[in-house]
């Protein structure tokens, strides 16, 4: 006899810890296409460190990307559907950019960011690879002023 109930997609499951490729399991090929090359992307950076975390609504499972430990920089949101990518932006590293050098899907995502505690928690759907080549940019600018002298 069948399950009646559907199945929740893995990254759904908060008290199931899966497994990287059960999470992108339920992509369609054009989100998996966009998770590999932001995935990528972010991989590159030796000082960071790429750790699979449950992080609640409205990310839930996904691949976090941190400098040292508690120090996330880059969430990869693996949602059916709307796969995203986030960056916690400490607002000092903010005063560091020029936003209007910024590509602007880029900017928009950084003007219209949460301020939370000093740090703006910006989130952009993930659409195409030129994109995420302007966001990884992005990153890798924001990582170099984390690591410049205060």
């Given amino acids: 006899m069948p399950n009646p109930q559907p199945s929740t997609p893995a990254w759904k ?7 990287t490729d059960t999470l992108v399991a339920d992509l369609t090929d054009d989100d998996r296409r ?20 449950w992080r609640g609504i409205p990310w839930r499972w996904c691949l976090a990307y941190s400098l040292g430990k508690d120090r996330p920089r880059a969430f990869l949101v693996p949602e ?20 209007r050098s910024l590509p602007r899907a880029a900017r928009e995502g950084i003007v219209n960011a949460t301020y939370v505690a000093g740090v703006l928690w910006a989130e ?27």
Avoid: C
């Avoid at 499951?13 to 497994?19: D, G, I, Q, S, V």
């Avoid at 966009?34 to 975390?53: Q, S, V, Y």
């Avoid at 995420?132 to 990582?143: F, P, V």
């Fill in 13 to 19: 499951n908060r008290f199931t810890r899966p497994e």
């Fill in 34 to 53: 966009l998770f590999d090359a932001a995935r990528k992307g972010l991989t590159k950076h030796d000082a960071l460190a790429e750790t699979l975390e």
């Fill in 80 to 99: 059916p559907g709307r796969v995203a990518l986030a960056m916690a932006i400490p607002s000092a590293e903010i005063d560091a950019l020029s936003l």
């Fill in 124 to 150: 952009w759907p993930l659409t195409a690879i030129t994109q995420i080549d302007d966001l990884l940019k992005l990153h890798a600018r924001l990582l170099d002023a984390a690591a410049a002298p205060a």
